[in-house]
């Protein structure tokens, strides 16, 4: 029966090491999804919410426990003795890991996403593609390699999220899929809101990509990526801004900004995968890519960087946005890598409880209470003490103001 059965189109195979699981299931058994969709697996285990089902060939899958059918749910809690009501929100296993970068390496083998498309409406151009964690609109149709390669992409970053000790909840913002528009022209770029000097944007709480950042060219009458265009990664950072609009508003401009680089150049490898640890060298490579004759670090700028919010005047936006993202992913490195004893456990407390304050909504004005968890991360040091301490770090990095 195993060979007729489908496989569930949100499963996602990822490496994991030292996870931290609750009780094993039983025998291998059809598990069924919310729509219907079935697979034979076993239950190895299940945390944050999530179940890890071991095929039959022998591969790991973890799934989401919501997208289970209400019988799957109630076996899992059977044999992991985690009331229902645990399994709505991050479990108390999370709260206790270690403020430190994941040590494994996160893929998703693309074989195992499966896209599905939906309506194709030539007159209105629009053509939707689903799998188990997103929806792509699209302004012209795409072929299949294209939505496969960019679904193994999203379910890469939102894995790595995941496993960050952040406890993030990555909820659409409605529905049950996450969606990101992706525009065929300059044109239709523009027209929806984006810029000449942008590759993509937000607004109104719909995510746009142009074709050309994806690397897309016209084949026939649908598109397809150019081996001489393609870059691995490129829609790393529209994916994870979409995966953390909630928590976007308590964030600082550069802590966002400076998390998508970091996932996108520096901890995305270009052989698909994600790793945390022994990225000092790549850290190093982004920040002097970013430094150019426009735009070279500056500590007293750096430090305007750290408190400076979204109602900032962008002034001469190109280079605006060239001091952005080398402030950015400089702070981040700071407070990633080299403050303290180097392990980044204030950043990981600091976007820890943006997560728990997005999740409970027990704050009144985002503004002030993204204030007091940043004023936390700098933990009472005056601007004074701080550039000293980022001149001292970063010189011994390598790396000179």
Do not use: C
Request: aromatic letters at 10%; charged letters at 25%; proline letters at 3%.
């Amino acid at each position: 029966m195993g060979s007729r059965l489908r496989k569930l189109t949100f499963i996602v195979t990822v490496i994991l090491s030292g996870n931290s699981l609750y009780a094993q299931g039983g025998g291998s058994r059809v598990w069924t999804d919310s729509q219907g969709r079935t697979v034979r697996a076993t239950m190895v285990g299940a945390a944050e919410g999530q179940v890890m089902l071991q095929l039959e060939s022998g591969s790991r899958s973890a799934v989401p426990l919501a997208t289970l059918s209400p019988q799957d749910q109630a076996y899992v809690r059977a044999f992991s003795q985690v009331p229902a009501r645990a399994q709505t929100t991050a479990p108390a296993a999370s709260q206790s890991m270690p403020l430190a970068w994941p040590k494994e390496i996160i893929t998703v083998d693309p074989k195992s996403v499966e896209v599905t498309p939906g309506m194709q409406n030539d007159a209105e151009r629009r053509y939707h593609y689903q799998s188990g964690s997103f929806e792509f609109i699209a302004f012209a149709p795409l072929a299949g390699t294209v939505m496969t390669d960019v679904a193994a992409d999203f379910e890469l970053i939102r894995t790595a999220i995941k496993r960050l000790p952040w406890s993030w909840e990555l909820k659409p913002r409605d529905g049950e899929r996450f969606k990101i528009y992706l525009t065929e022209t300059d044109a239709d770029y523009i027209g929806m809101g984006g810029d000449d000097k942008t590759s993509g944007f937000t607004k109104d709480g719909k995510s746009f990509i142009r074709f050309s950042s994806l690397g897309l060219k016209k084949v026939g009458t649908r598109y397809a990526f150019d081996a001489r265009q393609k870059e691995p990664g490129r829609v790393v950072g529209m994916t994870l801004r979409e995966m953390i609009w909630d928590k976007r508003g308590l964030m600082y401009p550069w802590s966002s900004t400076g998390l998508e680089n970091l996932m996108q150049y520096v901890a995305y490898q270009d052989n698909g995968t994600v790793r945390f640890t022994n990225l000092e060298t790549s850290i190093k490579k982004a920040v002097k890519e970013r430094s150019s004759s426009e735009v070279q670090p500056d500590v007293s700028r750096l430090l305007r960087r750290l408190r400076q919010d979204w109602g900032v005047d962008r002034g001469d936006s190109m280079q605006f946005l060239r001091e952005d993202h080398l402030d950015s992913m400089m702070l981040i490195y700071f407070f990633g890598f080299l403050d303290g004893d180097g392990s980044g456990a204030a950043l990981h407390a600091y976007f820890r409880e943006i997560g728990q304050a997005a999740a409970r909504r027990n704050y009144s004005n985002s503004r002030e209470k993204g204030t007091e968890l940043l004023n936390k991360l700098i933990a009472g040091r005056d601007d004074a003490r701080l550039a000293v301490e980022m001149g001292e770090k970063f010189r011994a990095a390598g790396i000179k103001f």
